[in-house]
């Protein structure tokens, strides 16, 4: 074969070459990844998540509007049986971040000023949590100006 030729091979098959599958079927992408974890390939001369590449060939093109969700919560899985388009709402709330946006907020156990964030402390309102001592300073400090004339 001469210098500098070489056979062109398909981005399917590429990607096939680089999937390991796992127990749960998972189809593990083994080559590059991007942000995320999520697996790249090159495609028409340009790079493209190789799960979206393989939903399309698959599954067809994804809706205008949609992402793929991987039903199997791992990134790196390009089986297009563990891919769904759905829209960008439902994928985050199938998602784990509103369960870890939850528990970051709730590792918090003092207000911004130290005061603890217990039952006698703490005030909920429309699903937000204020500090009461805050509050009451706040106040103090206002009526105070008021009665300096300030």
Request: glycine share 6%.
């Amino acid at each position: 074969m001469p210098k500098g030729i070489f056979p062109r091979i398909s981005t399917l098959e590429r990607l096939l070459q680089k999937i390991s599958i796992t127990e749960n079927g998972c189809w593990e992408w083994q080559a590059s990844l991007a942000r995320g974890n999520y697996g790249v390939i090159g495609h028409k001369r340009r790079t493209v998540y190789a799960h979206r590449f393989s939903y399309e060939h698959y599954k067809g093109r994804v809706p205008d509007g949609l992402q793929i969700d991987h039903l199997c919560k791992n990134p790196k899985c390009v089986n297009p049986e563990h891919l769904e388009a759905v829209t960008p709402s439902e994928n985050t709330r199938r998602s784990d971040a509103p369960r870890i946006a939850a528990e970051r907020h709730l590792a918090i156990t003092h207000c911004p000023k130290g005061h603890p964030y217990d039952l006698i402390n703490t005030r909920y309102y429309k699903g937000k949590r204020f500090c009461k001592e805050c509050n009451r300073l706040s106040k103090q400090r206002r009526n105070t100006k008021r009665e300096l004339g300030e």
